[in-house]
T-cell receptor
């Protein structure tokens, strides 16, 4: 089955700096790559996703890039703010009813 | 608020006991997923139901079982509980069974003493 690896497990940045989280996946048939943010005491929430026919997608301060050849994708957060502090999960899945396989998560801390 | 409701939010029980966790999906969502999140670990997929039928199975122990009812709510039954079963159990729902956004509930925190 699919295996998703995520790095780093913890990331600490100063407010205003950029943060990058990287993931690799094993199944070349995977074609959907979402990122979820989990705040303390809450369930994960989708923040951005990308499909395999697109190399990059942006939404304000958040961007995701995908390299299908290398089987890796990354989350980029620019101009970080303290409210960006949370656990971020990458995930991958195939279409046709396959469920999401999540990475282990990255604890992002943005220091004021 | 994701629209997914999980009960109970917290549950403390003893080893060997049995518990039932309940999930009400978002209105109109046919798919329900159960995930386990242990301390310092990611989200481990347990099982998926689509419109009442089991669609996919992950690393779910034989001591665990689930079902989705005609009104689309789902229950996860955990029996012969062990200390290692202590975790956050999340339910998520989506519109269709294909890949797409999952809407997660706030989880049920199970503590086995």
């Amino acid at each position: 089955g699919e295996n998703v690896e995520q790095h780093p497990s913890t990331l600490s940045v100063q407010e205003g700096d950029s943060a990058v989280i990287k993931c690799t996946y094993s199944d070349s048939a995977s074609n959907y790559f979402p990122w979820y943010k989990q705040e303390l005491g809450k369930g994960p929430q989708l923040i951005i996703d990308i499909r395999s026919n697109v190399g990059e997608k942006k939404d304000q301060r958040i961007a995701v890039t995908l390299n299908k050849t290398a089987k890796h994708f990354s989350l980029h957060i620019t101009e970080t703010q303290p409210e960006d502090s949370a656990v971020y999960f990458c995930a991958a899945s195939k279409s046709s009813g396959s469920r999401l396989t999540f990475g282990e998560g990255t604890q992002l801390t943005v220091n004021p | 608020d994701s629209g997914v409701t999980q009960t109970p939010k917290h549950l403390i029980t003893a080893t060997g006991q049995r518990v039932t966790l309940r999930c009400s999906p978002r209105s109109g969502d046919l798919s329900v997923y159960w995930y386990q999140q242990s301390l310092d670990q990611g989200l481990q997929f347990l099982i998926q139901y689509y419109n009442g039928e089991e669609r996919a199975k992950g690393n779910i122990l034989e001591r665990f079982s689930a079902q989705q009812f005609p009104d689309l709510h789902s229950e996860l039954n955990l029996s012969s509980l062990e200390l290692g079963d202590s975790a956050l159990y999340f339910c998520a729902s989506s519109v269709v069974s294909d890949s797409g956004e999952l809407f997660f509930g706030e989880g049920s925190r199970l503590t086995v003493l």
